[in-house]
T-cell receptor
Framework: KAGVTQTPRYLIKTRGQQVTLSCSPISGHRSVSWYQQTPGQGLQFLFEYFSETQRNKGNFPGRFSGRQFSNSRSEMNVSTLELGDSALYLC????????????????FGAGSRLTVL | AQTVTQSQPEMSVQEAETVTLSCTYDTSESDYYLFWYKQPPSRQMILVIRQEAYKQQNATENRFSVNFQKAAKSFSLKISDSQLGDAAMYFCAFETSGSRLTFGEGTQLTVNP
């Protein structure tokens, strides 16, 4: 069973550009969450999607957006990149949205490392 | 708002010995889940162990066990018979709504041969 796949794994952008990251969840998983990991702020929740709807959103500016497609794949977009957006972006999938119970455990991908110059 | 605190930025242990990583949290919720995740150099977050707050019994997964003290809001991880492959950053995490996790700052564990 394939895991959570994130692409690209590494990318370099310059300030002012925009970037789109992709996440393919485990087959059968319908919920996708995104996290940002930086040395200074640690791991922070960005947003969660379930059945193509954003169900939960963290405290990030509107430059950060996402969407989910009918096949549960998700993309996140960051516009007008800033140096501080350099981070590891982690995607996680689970069977459904809602507090963990039984088999509903988050499985993380390997992340997309974004460097903004 | 929920907060998670890991007061040990770094810990080290000798191979085959036991180490305990500390975690405290703050919440007004009564029903929630707590997790320990491991992040090796590959950066992939791996679930180590999970505890449901309404369960009195401490969770155990092979060499990994927790000491969950709900009243004290404490959730420590004990690793027995430490192995070189246990070396990683360990994160304590708290979940309430949806799949939203609040993570602690992390503890970097070094295993010495």
């Amino acid at each position: 069973k394939a895991g959570v796949t994130q692409t690209p794994r590494y990318l370099i952008k310059t300030r002012g550009q925009q970037v789109t990251l992709s996440c393919s969840p485990i087959s059968g998983h319908r919920s996708v969450s995104w996290y940002q990991q930086t040395p200074g702020q640690g791991l922070q929740f960005l947003f969660e999607y379930f059945s193509e709807t954003q169900r939960n959103k963290g405290n990030f500016p509107g430059r950060f957006s996402g969407r989910q497609f009918s096949n549960s794949r998700s993309e996140m977009n960051v516009s007008t990149l800033e140096l501080g957006d350099s981070a590891l972006y982690l995607c996680a999938s689970s069977l459904w949205a809602g507090a963990s119970s039984g088999a509903n455990v988050l499985t993380f991908g390997a992340g997309s490392r974004l460097t903004v110059l | 708002a929920q907060t998670v605190t890991q007061s040990q930025p770094e810990m080290s242990v000798q191979e085959a010995e036991t180490v305990t990583l500390s975690c405290t949290y703050d919440t007004s919720e009564s029903d929630y889940y707590l997790f320990w995740y491991k992040q090796p150099p590959s950066r992939q977050m791996i679930l180590v162990i999970r505890q449901e707050a309404y369960k009195q019994q401490n969770a155990t997964e092979n060499r990994f066990s927790v000491n969950f003290q709900k009243a004290a809001k404490s959730f420590s991880l004990k690793i027995s018979d430490s192995q070189l492959g246990d070396a990683a950053m360990y994160f304590c995490a708290f979940e309430t709504s949806g799949s939203r996790l609040t993570f602690g700052e992390g503890t970097q564990l070094t295993v010495n041969p």
